[in-house]
């Protein structure tokens, strides 16, 4: 039941949350961090159960030759995701409260609403239940865009709604595909992930091989690469700072979840043939990534391209199949989830500062609130991946299992990120925090205490797994890729006291 | 003992957290922190760490003493003793298993005293100098940060660990460039020194990883694994193989790569120069004494590694060479008195890659040892020279001050007898080791450079100190109305120091036969050196020979300075001979910087800007203008609302559960 509990919570929240009168300020506030807390204390179960937990309830009874169950299962991997999902909803709302004003109710149940579909992705074991999450998530991340955006939001929204169905749908075709042919072939399929791989291997290469594209495309929309990624600056830099961290921060992980849970266990035998081509695809989009965030002008565009280009060296590494490679895939999962998600928070305080988005608008924050100077400089510097961060741990996994597959030009041409990260990421350090001031504004506030003592605790998770990422390298066990949280067990228990009934 | 190695880099960085919070609590008021509190805590951090090193030290010596008696004893070779502490799991993910780990031996040792006893002394000093910044408080927290990761340089256990010390180092040097902020040249070369060392780290971390496939899977990161596998002679015929002779020779570029970086060797060498933009005692600490000396250090570390990999020393020997002479020819052209002591660091540096290179190990080490002090010195004193001018620090604009400020010169000269290495100072004692080992081990190419840098190295010094101390005053009135020595706090900084610079060298005089230095590092490096030097025959000509030859260099130069400089002749425009040749020699590395790095890098990301970005979106557009084509219902999504947008997604994915749940049922 526990983990049912961690998916129903900021369901419950959400609709609670909408039931706020939403007149006081300062009350709605307080009601709405209030459910985050309790949800977020939720969101550590599956950690604190540790890495067995599986709950199966058949939804359907089978039905013909098809069984569709309800199950929910947590493993290493979802345990830590979902708890990052905790973690940084509360410091959403902190953080949007000046930004949004009176909506905070609308906003903190749209991000509610996000999140239990977040949750649910992650506690999925069945392909379609998978699927319909997947999905959902995207109803309240394109209304966080279009509702609290900017003056391009509505354009915004659009194309990142577009992609993500022009994603999603060919996978939806192939769950669809497999659920016909199963029926055809007169054989009963269940559509939880181990059942689907039984399948799958007996499913003509060809087919498959499709299968796997649409599954791939799906995934490869959401994390971005290149050319899939012409959503996302508009999204980042449109949407509202809080939502956009929401969305790089755990949104985004999605999409390497999805290579983790799905797309490679599900189809080992065309990842392992397709691999050198996703390690490519992967480190096109880190160059590409780097290179653009040089050149833009808007300190969340930079943000953006920035993500692009740390995740695209997590997909290169990821098909290394190396088991240091998942353990610095799992880490970076959690490190890029605190230190973008962080970096997109900031920038929406002093947006707030600046009424303005351009790179040029900022400066001399070091001396004008300086508080805000350290949090963000702590949190850019672990973008980086300075030592003594998490970045660091998942770059040297990341880099050294790139390197033991393809060799030194390879493990170079990847560790150009270390540059060129630290090249874009200066230079916004550079610009908003160091030389003079650009702004009209004669004195700024520094970050107020709510937002300073919620960004703070996700800085220090930074440094203390810098240092102590034991936990976090659990998760990513080196056959992650091969035992699959599945909910076979349950199965059989349930049977036997349908039958003892 | 073991057990307290973790307090030598947790008090200072205990001293950061302190100063750092107190910095920022008071950042916002007018007045910062209390700077008697603040300095008084800054300071006391980093000499407990010392007095900590001088005890653990003191063990160290104890218990190799106690070992090399019984070894003599029993007739067997026991391993030299060392402090170690692990603290526990770091890294382990499938083959790679990197604990967190610290190490205290004997080169640790030595590296430690100097860098917790100088750095100290700085400390002291800085208090003095920055006194009156607004920023007291942040800069002393960046120091002591900065000393919590030389140590963990120094003391790391492996060379990831060493990586965590070594990219710290790097993130204080550029806080510290970039202290004073408001200026945006500052940031430039905060940011300049920043990159170029990620450029060497990224070298540094390929090289480890090379070097771990050479010793074979599941082999244990430390440098303990490290040295017993390549001391091992079971492995040598493994080494003579080509193949892993390639790799070795990789792997050693490599790191050799990032000790360029750090050490600011060709050719990764211009963000040292631009570096002077931070506050004086910075240029102390970081840029002359500690943090640019760790590339020699880390090839001390590695030395069983190196001495297998002849064709990286002599890579090693030759770039060290070459850049000891580019910077020293560069110095010469330097205006301000902090440049001209940078170029001199930069050519000082290049001197002992030289030793490395040559296989001497333990020279090099000493000249890291011997500069420490004599550079230190020169930087503080000419830290008191800009303090006592009111900040000016062109040496055109300066002279005649070796009455007006006798302390800052007393000391200055200590410095500048030392490094020019007029017999007995500091430098005269590891310069000639360097140029001996480089004679006998080198060949005369080699040692014709070097001592051609010694002369030029003389000249430019030489230079320096007659335009500020000894030609005519050429002060500005106002200014030198305000001429004052330094506070007490500056003033004992200098004294030690530059007592220093004079003695510090009798630790292995070899002349006359002192060689407690060499003594120490014997365990460390010695097997490395003993397979180097095996090769070669006996001695060279008599050391007091060489000697001489240095000596003179030396004083050549010095007369040459003094031929042409004595006057403080300058031509009114304030431009001197050769000035645009020397522009050109000296921009050379930012031109190759230049062309080789920020360029490419800068067109392609136009292009993908500019060119690819647009072509995608152009590409993206035909494509919905094709869907817009096909029929009307997409026409409406293009014009209409995002409600309508909305409504149709939600509806068509109703429609295919529904189609699903019919074909299903």
């Known amino acids: 039941m526990n983990l049912h509990l961690v998916l129903l919570a900021p369901m419950l929240a959400s609709v609670l949350t909408l039931f706020l009168s939403g007149r006081d300020g300062a009350s709605t506030l307080r009601a709405v961090l209030f459910f985050a807390f309790v949800v977020a204390g939720a969101s550590f179960v599956p950690l604190a159960m540790g890495e067995s937990t599986t709950e199966l309830h058949t939804w359907l009874r089978p039905v013909g030759n098809l069984t569709v169950r309800w199950g929910l299962a947590a493993d290493g991997l979802s345990a830590w995701l979902v708890a990052l999902t905790g973690v940084l909803v509360p410091v959403a709302l902190a953080t949007a409260r000046a930004h949004v004003g009176e909506r905070l109710r609308e906003f903190a149940a749209a991000v509610f609403f996000l999140q239990a579909g977040l949750v649910g992705v992650f506690l999925s074991v069945d392909l379609l239940q998978f699927y319909a999450f997947f999905e959902v998530i995207l109803l309240p991340s394109t209304v966080l865009i279009a509702m609290f955006g900017g003056r391009e939001r509505r354009r915004a929204a659009l194309l990142f709604l577009l992609f993500s169905l022009a994603g999603s749908i060919p996978l939806f075709v192939s769950i669809w595909w497999m659920a016909a042919e199963s029926v055809r072939m007169q054989s009963a399929l269940a559509l939880d992930f181990e059942s689907v791989r039984v399948f799958l291997a007996t499913v003509d290469p060809q087919a498959r091989f499709w299968l796997f594209a649409a599954a791939s495309v799906a995934f490869l929309v959401k994390l971005p690469v290149v050319p899939f990624h012409l959503w996302q600056a508009d999204a980042y830099s449109e949407g509202p700072a809080a939502g956009s961290a929401l969305l790089t921060g755990i949104m985004a992980k999605v999409g390497l979840y999805g290579f983790l849970r799905i797309v490679v266990p599900l189809f080992p035998m065309e990842a392992a043939l397709y691999a050198n081509f996703f390690v490519g695809v992967g480190l096109v989009t880190m160059l590409t990534g780097a290179l653009i965030a040089l050149r833009q002008r808007e300190v969340r565009r930079v943000l953006a391209f920035s993500s692009l280009s740390h995740l695209g060296l997590g997909l290169a590494a990821l098909f290394t199949f190396r088991p240091e490679a998942i353990a610095g895939v799992v880490v970076l999962v959690v490190a890029h989830g605190l230190s973008a998600a962080a970096l997109f928070f900031l920038t929406g305080i002093a947006e707030g500062w600046a009424r303005s988005r351009h790179i040029d608008d900022f400066g001399s924050l070091a001396k004008r609130a300086p508080v805000f100077a350290v949090l963000f400089a702590l949190a850019g510097l672990a973008s980086v991946g300075l030592p003594g961060t998490a970045g660091f741990v998942a770059e040297l996994l990341m880099l050294f299992s790139l390197w033991k597959v393809y060799g030194v030009a390879v493990a170079l041409v990847a560790g150009s990120t270390v540059v060129l990260s630290a090249a874009y990421t200066l230079r916004l350090m550079q610009k908003m925090l160091f030389g003079t001031s650009h702004t009209q504004a004669e004195s700024s506030p520094d970050v107020p205490a709510l937002e300073a003592l919620s960004i703070a605790p996700l800085l220090v998770a930074l440094v203390v797994f810098g240092f102590m990422p034991g936990p976090i390298l659990k998760a990513g066990r080196p056959d992650l890729l091969t035992r699959l949280p599945s909910a076979q067990a349950k199965v059989v228990e349930d049977a036997t006291h349908a039958a003892a009934r | ?665």
């Open chain 2, 1 to 665: 003992m073991t057990n307290l190695l973790w307090l030598l880099p947790a008090l200072p960085a205990f001293g950061f957290a302190i100063n750092g919070l107190l910095a920022l609590a008071g950042a916002r008021r007018t007045e910062g922190p209390d700077r008697g509190i603040v300095g008084f805590l800054a300071l006391l951090f980093p000499v407990l760490s010392f007095i900590l090193t001088l005890v653990l030290w003191q063990n160290l010596s104890a218990a190799t003493e106690s070992v090399r008696s019984q070894s003599e004893l029993l007739g067997v070779k026991l391993q030299a003793p060392a402090f170690a502490q692990t603290m526990g799991d770091w890294i382990r993910a499938g083959d790679l298993a990197i604990d967190f780990g610290f190490r205290f031996d004997k080169l640790t040792g030595i590296m430690l005293l100097f860098v917790t006893g100088i750095g100290s002394l700085i400390h002291l000093y800085s208090i003095g100098y920055m006194a009156h910044d607004r920023g007291f408080a942040r800069f002393m927290a960046y120091l002591n940060l900065f000393l919590a990761n030389m140590v963990v340089l120094v003391l790391g256990d492996g060379p990831i660990v060493t990586f965590l010390g070594w990219e710290g180092v790097g993130l204080c040097s550029y806080l510290l460039i970039g202290f004073w902020h408001h200026d945006e040249a500052n940031g430039s070369a905060a940011t300049k020194a920043f990159l170029v060392n990620r450029v060497g780290d990224l070298g540094f971390l390929v090289g480890i990883f090379l070097l771990w496939q050479i010793m074979g899977p599941g082999s244990s990161l430390t440098y303990e694994a490290i040295s017993a596998w390549f001391r091992d002679p079971a492995h040598a015929a493994q080494l003579a193989t080509p193949a892993v002779a390639a790799l070795l020779t990789a792997s050693t570029l490599l790191l050799f790569v990032g000790c360029t970086g750090k050490s600011a060797q060709i050719p990764l060498l211009t963000w040292l120069p631009d570096a002077m933009a931070g506050p004086t005692p910075v240029s102390a600490l970081i840029h002359a004494a500690t943090m640019v000396t760790s590339g020699v250090f880390l090839l001390a570390r590695m030395a069983d590694v190196f001495a297998m990999a002849t064709t990286t020393l002599h890579v090693i020997a030759w770039v060290g060479a070459a850049t000891a002479v580019w910077a020293a020819v560069t110095g010469l052209f330097q205006h301000d008195i902090k440049k001209v002591l940078a170029y001199s660091t930069v050519s000082q540096l290049g001197f002992m890659f030289l030793a490395v290179g040559v296989g001497a190990f333990d020279v090099g080490i000493f000249h890291v040892f011997t500069h420490a002090f004599f550079k230190a010195v020169l930087f503080l004193g000419a830290g008191s020279v800009i303090h006592a001018l009111s900040g000016e620090q062109d040496i055109r604009r300066m002279g005649g001050l070796a009455r007006k400020l006798p302390v800052t010169f007393a000391a200055m000269f200590a410095g500048w007898y030392a490094i020019v290495g007029l017999p007995f100072g500091a430098g005269f004692w590891s310069k000639d080791l360097i140029l001996e080992r480089v004679y006998v081990h080198g060949g005369i190419g080699l040692y014709s450079i070097a001592l051609a840098t010694a002369a030029l190295t003389a000249l430019y010094m030489t230079r320096m100190m007659i335009l500020v101390f000894w030609s005519p005053s050429r002060v500005d009135a106002e200014v030198s109305h305000h001429v004052h020595e330094s506070p007490l706090s500056m003033q004992v900084p200098l004294w030690i120091l530059g007592v220093g610079a004079l003695c510090v060298g009798f630790f292995w005089a070899d002349m006359i036969h002192l060689d407690w230095f060499a003594r120490q590092l014997s365990d460390v490096v010695g097997p490395a050196q003993a397979i180097l030097v095996s090769g070669h025959g006996g001695h060279g000509p008599s050391p007091w020979l060489l000697a001489g030859f240095g000596v003179t260099a030396a004083v050549i130069g010095i007369l040459v300075a003094f031929g042409l400089f004595r006057n403080g002749a300058f031509r009114e425009n304030g431009r001197e001979p050769m000035g645009t040749a020397s522009r050109w020699w000296m921009l050379a590395f930012d031109g190759l910087h230049t062309v080789v790095g920020i360029w490419p890098v800068s067109v392609v990301a136009w292009i993908l800007d500019n060119w690819i970005q647009p072509l995608l979106m152009g590409i993206l557009r035909v494509f919905g203008w094709l869907v817009e084509l096909a029929g009307s219902a997409i026409r409406l999504l293009q014009r209409s609302r995002l409600r309508t947008h909305m409504a149709l997604s939600v509806l068509g994915l109703a429609l295919l559960l529904l189609f699903l749940a019919r074909e299903l049922l």
